[in-house]
């Protein structure tokens, strides 16, 4: 390993093994989504520099093990060649995880373009620690955003109109926390127990209930490992494209004030919720409450 600085080859996302002659190359997969060409070229980098076989990582990423430090330039080469790169490593913005919500029957946004506009906005910016994000496409939260340092998931409240519900009831059976209920032959929901799922939307037979709100909720400062954190609710639902505005507002905020190391989560901590909030709706024009 003479003259090798593995911590600047770390930053490039070559990550050195207990077995110091070896190096893991880590490659980002954007939205986890991968080609049958890439899959082939992949497998082909593997059985040429490697010892056949790459692992998946818990960010969708793919791993390859067992790399030669002389040749990871020829790995980067060959990674350009099926457009991908080495990366997601260090104190920067990593790799953005999310759920197939743009597929997914339950998914009420696009996930994978959101993913996307995240990914071209803001991967591989250098920040104060590490910042993950995660984005699910509804409250049955398959991305798990609240272990993230920005969370988003996709949320619908409803609405019921009183003089196209006959009162059917197929909704209450499917609503899966008692937010609807029957009274004088009609539905009503109880917004304090809804989820936002929007699950009654899709499967009323009389298309009585519609949206009432729609888009991408916020969720702040949340991180995992050995201590972890929730993230924090940050009331609001926005826009994708007033997400990607609030990712910028909330990223700069967090380079402006935060210590070498400390993660996001400990600024929303030590500043408060309703002050990140408020800083937020201020920068997005919105009315604060």
């Keep these: 390993m003479t003259q090798v600085d593995p911590a600047q080859l770390k930053k490039q996302g ?9 190096f893991t190359v880590r490659i980002k997969i954007l939205a986890g989504n991968i080609t049958a060409e890439q899959m082939r070229g992949l497998s082909e980098i593997s059985n040429a ?14 791993e390859i093990p067992w790399v030669k430090l002389e040749d ?24 953005i995880v999310a759920c197939k919500g743009t597929v997914c029957a339950h998914g009420l946004i696009d996930t994978q373009g959101l993913c996307a506009m995240l990914d071209q906005g803001f991967f591989g910016e250098e920040l104060p620690a590490k910042f993950k994000m995660g984005v699910a496409g509804c409250p049955n939260n398959c991305a798990k955003v609240q272990l993230h340092d920005l969370g988003f998931m996709g949320q619908c409240l409803p609405q019921i109109d009183e003089d ?22 009609r ?29 991408v909720a916020l969720f702040l400062g949340g991180k995992f490992g050995k201590r972890y954190t929730i993230g924090q609710d940050a009331g ?37 919720i309703e002050e990140v909030r408020a800083v937020l709706m201020r920068r997005l024009g919105r009315p604060a409450a």
């Excluded at 196209?164 to 032959?185: N, Q, R």
């Excluded at 936002?196 to 037979?205: E, S, V, Y």
């Design 236 to 272: 609001v639902i926005l826009s994708p494209d007033e997400a990607l505005a609030a990712t910028r507002v909330l990223v700069d905020f967090y380079r402006d004030n935060a210590r070498p190391g400390e993660r996001f989560g400990i600024i929303v901590g030590r500043v408060g």
């Design 72 to 95: 990871l330039e020829k790995v980067r080469v060959e990674l350009e060649k099926i457009g991908l790169k080495p990366g997601g490593t260090g104190r920067t913005v990593r790799a």
């Design 187 to 215: 539905v009503f929901l109880d917004e304090s127990r809804c989820i936002l799922c929007g699950k009654c939307i899709k499967h009323c037979p009389a298309h009585a209930v519609s949206m009432k709100k729609h888009g």
């Design 14 to 22: 070559f990550i050195q093994q207990r077995e110091e002659d070896y």
């Design 49 to 62: 520099y490697a010892r056949g076989y790459a692992g998946l990582t818990a960010r969708l990423g793919i």
């Design 164 to 185: 196209l519900c006959d009162g059917c009831g197929e909704c209450i059976g499917l609503c899966p926390t008692g937010a609807l209920k029957k009274s004088g032959g």
